[in-house]
């Protein structure tokens, strides 16, 4: 069992973005259900989050804010990201034997930016090797895009930009 929380208001304060993020599909009745009530939000999921649970406890130790993307599924739209927040909590429980839910509350919904609404915007998070050649030897290599087969259930993304913007830029990784 795995539990990550950290105070319930939906306050943002002044830290800034955790250089990744998770990527999930919800439909778009869930989202708007989210925006009818509140904006605030909780997602169930049957598979366990353990390694998203476990990247909001070490932004939350950093003081870094873990983004959430939801992409949805319209007609003539196909899968894109219609909106993200901020992961407050993230809690895995075992069911019994081989049986998981995971519950990720987060903050008000904020819409996505039209220019990174496409799913193949953002990239999937490199490897921790790529990363340390990076840090070390300064070689950035091509990224890859994340695609519709590889959301499910969740995906481990580069945080965008814009979010990072929006919730203050991190002095390092």
Known sequence: MANSSMDSSTERSATASHPFCIATVVTEKAVEAMLEVSGTGSYRDEHPWLVAAQMLTEAQALGRELPILFATTSAGHGMHFSHWSVIR????????RGQWES???????????????AVDSVFVKPSQEQLERERLEHIKVSRQSL?????HPYAICETPVFISEALGVPTGR
Not at 89 to 96: P, S, T
Not at 147 to 151: F, G, L, T
């Open 103 to 117: 519950r990720c509350s987060f903050d008000r919904l904020q819409p996505f930016n039209p220019i990174w609404e």
């Open 89 to 96: 909590a993230i809690d895995v429980v075992e069911l019994h």
């Open 147 to 151: 695609d519709e087969h590889h959301i």
